[in-house]
C-alpha cells in the first residue's frame, strides 16, 4: 500500500526530464564539502540525490538550473505527493471547468422498498 503510494516514477504523462548537464550544475550547486544536500531540509543526500521541478513541469516549469531542485528522496516524495499533485490536480479541474468538461455523473444506488 505505502509502496505504491510512493510511486514517484510513474510517468503517465510527458514529461521534461532535466538534461544531464543541468542537474550535474544543479549537483555541484548542492555541494558543500564535497557532498550533496538537499536543498529542501539542508540535510546531506545520503543515497542517490533526486531532481525535482521546483515549479511542475505539469504546470508549465521548465527543464532549466533554476527549476532544478536537487533533493534527497524523503523530500522528494513528500513535495510531489503534499505540494505538486494537489496544485496540479486543481489546474486540471479548472481547466476542465472552462472546458465544460465534468466527469460522468455519480450513479447513485436506487432505494429498494420492501
Ligand atoms: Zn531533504
Not at 532535466?18 to 564539502?33: E, H
Not at 542517490?48 to 521546483?54: G, I, K
Not at 513528500?78 to 476542465?96: C, L, S, V
Amino acid at each position: 500500500m505505502a509502496d505504491a503510494e510512493f510511486n514517484i516514477q510513474g510517468d503517465d504523462e510527458m514529461r521534461v526530464e532535466f538534461a544531464a548537464r543541468v542537474k550535474l550544475k544543479a549537483y555541484v550547486r548542492s555541494l558543500i564539502n564535497d557532498k550533496p544536500h538537499c536543498e529542501l531540509c539542508k540535510l546531506p543526500i545520503l543515497g542517490v540525490p533526486e531532481y525535482d521541478h521546483r515549479k511542475a513541469d505539469g504546470l508549465g516549469g521548465e527543464a532549466t538550473l533554476e527549476n532544478c531542485a536537487v533533493l534527497c528522496g524523503k523530500c522528494h516524495r513528500r513535495k510531489t505527493h503534499e505540494e505538486d499533485r494537489p496544485i496540479m490536480a486543481k489546474a486540471d479541474r479548472q481547466f476542465k471547468a472552462k472546458a465544460g468538461i465534468k466527469g460522468p455523473k455519480r450513479k447513485w444506488p436506487k432505494r429498494k422498498f420492501a
